[in-house]
């Protein structure tokens, strides 16, 4: 994802956090990162599951919209984006793409609404390309202002609520997918109450200078430990959430990506957005691939890039493969024609060579557990 | 006597007679994490020096694991397919991958003892 020659790579306000407990750092997106600390991914995958953990998500892009005079920041999101932006109440979260005029996404993203503003969260490796994108189509109607200073911590797993309620009870009674300012050790964050594991969780925007100490403070807590990018990628196949670059890129639709849910009802109809009647097509006559989840049989795990036969025959490629824990057996997604879509059937996963008996099934491999009150 | 003999690519050789058992050493299995999945070379499979012949894949990665020396392949390690976990917490021990028979005793003299692994080990910071 980084390119080694864009410079000397960047650290998030926690890069002392993590050296201090003793990471293993990897260059990720531009940012040294915590790929896992010393216990491993494979006990932070079962911590997130089974208690509380921990991420650094500061690298991710957090951008804030503010309408200009007689102008609606949430209409003019709705011109890059096919998700219902005007329809957010104030503090609802909600999940979309930035599509391109082919249908393709050029990032998948958050955007909550505050009511005066709206946040946005993006993908590391695409912020910049996703603030310029902002920055020349948004800005006659509203001031697009990076934050990309700020902290973001997620907060995920069964005991994320009893954890951060300890330092501001009112997050206990926060829904999935919505966002409120609160004060959380004397400083000024948003929290909203979602995350990328597919169980309950918060994620935490902190002020640049305070997020450590909140960090420390939530690490006091014995319930919580730090968890790596490894284990965010374990935790987010399993529930079947799509990693951008890897399961969804310019290449593909929301569509395809069996994303549809996340389109808006009349904005399916009305358009409006970049490939829109790309989109519209493909909702009315479907489209030729779609994502699906892949089961194999046995212990190989097929990765990323592996083709996926039915009788010899190439139907698709591997997108997303690995370990899950939780099941403790592989799993893997990726796209085939959707002509051979449907669950149950019976497909070769090409690891090294040698065909490996999977079937496709429905996803997500473990049940959310989001709270929705 | 055993001898144990060490390559660039972090396998470990341990010699008796003319039978060589071959793993990954810990320094290897810190690197990998959590090994999740390993193959092993089939039985009377000829395996040419720097062959890849068996697989170890971590939560992250798969890792090719490459014959040290050349020879016959006369055991694989069939306890690894249910307890993979086995090469993070045994890499010298339980956690060994496969067993051959030499083909020529003197490719040992081009690998490393010990005091050279670790010498090794040491330049790569």
Known sequence: MSDPAAGPLKRTPLYDLHRELGARLVPFAGYEM?????????????????????????????????????????????????????????????????????GGILDDLMVTSTGDHLLVVINAACKDADL??????????????????????????????AVLSRLAPQVATMKFMTGAYVVIDGARCY?????????????????????????????????????????????????????????????????EAVLLWSVGKERRVQGGFPGASVIQKQIAEGSTRKRVGLLPDGKAIAREGAEIAIGGKIVGTVTSGGFAPTLGRAIAMGYVERAQSANGTKVDLMVRGKPVPAEIVPMPFVKHAYYRG | MAVTKYTEEHEWVRVEGDVATVGITQYAQEQLGDVVFVEVPAVGRKVAKGEACAVVESVKAASDIYAPVAGEIVEGNAALADSPGDVNAEPTGKGWFFKLKLADKAELDGLMDEAGYEAFVKSLG
Do not use: W
């Not at chain 1, 984006?81 to 979309?96: E, H």
């Not at chain 1, 920055?135 to 997620?154: D, W, Y």
């Open chain 1, 191 to 255: 929290v909203t109450r979602s995350g990328y594991t597919g169980g309950d969780g918060y994620e935490i925007s902190t002020p640049a200078d305070q997020t450590d100490a909140i960090a420390r403070k939530l690490l006091s807590n014995p319930e919580v430990k730090p968890i790596g990018l490894g284990a965010r990628d374990s935790l987010r196949l399993e529930a079947g959430l799509c990693l951008y670059g890897h399961d969804i890129d310019t290449t593909t639709t929301p569509v």
């Open chain 1, 132 to 161: 310029a994108h902002m920055q020349k189509h948004l800005s006659s109607m509203c001031e697009v202002e990076p934050m990309f200073s700020r902290g973001l911590l997620a907060l995920q797993g069964p005991q994320a609520s």
């Open chain 1, 34 to 102: 915590p790929v896992q600390y010393p216990t491993g991914i494979l006990a932070e995958h079962t911590q997130t599951r089974t208690a509380c953990g921990l991420f650094d998500v500061s690298h991710m892009g957090q951008v804030r919209l503010t309408a200009k005079a007689g102008h609606s920041a949430a209409k003019a999101m709705e011109t890059l984006v096919p998700g219902d932006i005007v329809g957010l109440q104030p503090g609802q979260q909600r999940y979309t793409q930035f599509t391109n005029d082919q």
